[in-house]
C-alpha cells in the first residue's frame, strides 16, 4: 500500500539554524500538506501546496517557513532560522485531489536547543 | 478561526466495553475524518465521511457525519487492547480552504485488559 515517507525521523539543532525536513507524498497524489504538533497538543496546519504553489497558509507559517517541491516526488519544508518554540512533531500529508482523504507521514521530530 | 471541540478528552474502560467520543463545532464542514495516533507517529486514517447524514462502518468502527454538519461521532465496539491510542477528529470546510484540515483535541483511550 503506497505510503508518504518523511526524513529524517528526528533532527535536533541549534537555535537560529536552517533545517530542511523532507517528504515524499504518495506517487499520484497532487496536494501536499504540512502540518506540526507540539508535545501533547493537537495537530496545527501549516501550509498547503499544490501545482508548485503555496494555495493556503496559517499564521504559524511566517517568513521564516518555505516549502518546496525540488523535483517530482520530493516535498520540502525549511525552517530558515530555527527558535526554540519549532521544537515539535512535523507531518507531510498528501491527497489525490483537494477536499479528499489526507494521508499522513509518520513525522520528524525536531527538538531545538 | 474555526474550531472542533472534541470529548471526553480522556476515557479508560475495560476490554470488551464499547467506547464513543464527538466532536462539536460552531461552523460547517464538508469533510469529517477520523484518525488514531500510536505515541510517536503519524496520525493514521480510520473512517473518512462526505456527506451530511452519512454513516460509515470499518470493522468495529463505525462514524457518523451529523445532519447539520457541524458535528461527527465515533464508536469503537467490543475494545481491544491494540484499541489504545488517541483519536482525533478532523474538518475540512471546503470553499477556499484549500484542503486545510482542523484537528480536535483528541480523544486518549485507554483499555484494560
Known amino acids: 500500500e503506497p505510503e508518504v515517507t518523511q526524513t529524517p525521523s528526528h533532527q535536533v539543532t541549534q537555535m537560529g539554524q536552517e533545517v530542511i525536513l523532507r517528504c515524499v507524498p504518495i506517487s499520484n497524489h497532487l496536494y501536499f500538506y504540512w502540518y506540526r504538533q507540539i508535545l501533547g497538543q493537537k495537530v496545527e496546519f501549516l501550509v498547503s501546496f499544490y501545482n508548485n504553489e503555496i494555495s493556503e497558509k496559517s499564521e504559524i507559517f511566517d517568513d521564516q517557513f518555505s516549502v518546496e517541491r525540488p523535483d517530482g516526488s520530493n516535498f520540502t519544508l525549511k525552517i530558515r532560522s530555527t527558535k526554540l518554540e519549532d521544537s515539535a512533531m512535523y507531518f507531510c500529508a498528501s491527497s489525490e485531489l483537494v477536499g479528499e482523504t489526507q494521508y499522513f507521514g509518520p513525522g520528524t521530530r525536531l527538538l531545538v536547543l | 478561526g474555526q474550531q472542533l471541540n472534541q470529548s471526553p478528552q480522556s476515557m479508560f474502560i475495560q476490554e470488551g466495553e464499547d467506547v464513543s467520543m464527538n466532536c462539536t463545532s460552531s461552523s460547517i464542514f464538508n469533510t469529517w475524518l477520523w484518525y488514531k495516533q500510536d505515541p510517536g507517529e503519524g496520525p493514521v486514517l480510520l473512517i473518512a465521511?462526505?456527506?451530511?447524514?452519512e454513516l460509515t462502518s470499518n470493522g468495529r468502527l463505525t462514524a457518523q457525519f451529523g445532519i447539520t454538519r457541524k458535528d461527527s461521532f465515533l464508536n469503537i465496539s467490543a475494545s481491544i487492547p491494540s484499541d489504545v491510542g488517541i483519536y482525533f477528529c478532523?474538518?475540512?470546510?471546503?470553499?477556499?480552504?484549500?484542503?486545510?484540515?482542523?484537528f480536535g483535541q483528541g480523544t486518549i483511550l485507554t483499555v484494560h485488559p
Open positions: 465521511l462526505y456527506k451530511a447524514g
Open positions: 478532523a474538518g475540512n470546510a471546503g470553499g477556499t480552504s484549500y484542503g486545510k484540515l482542523t
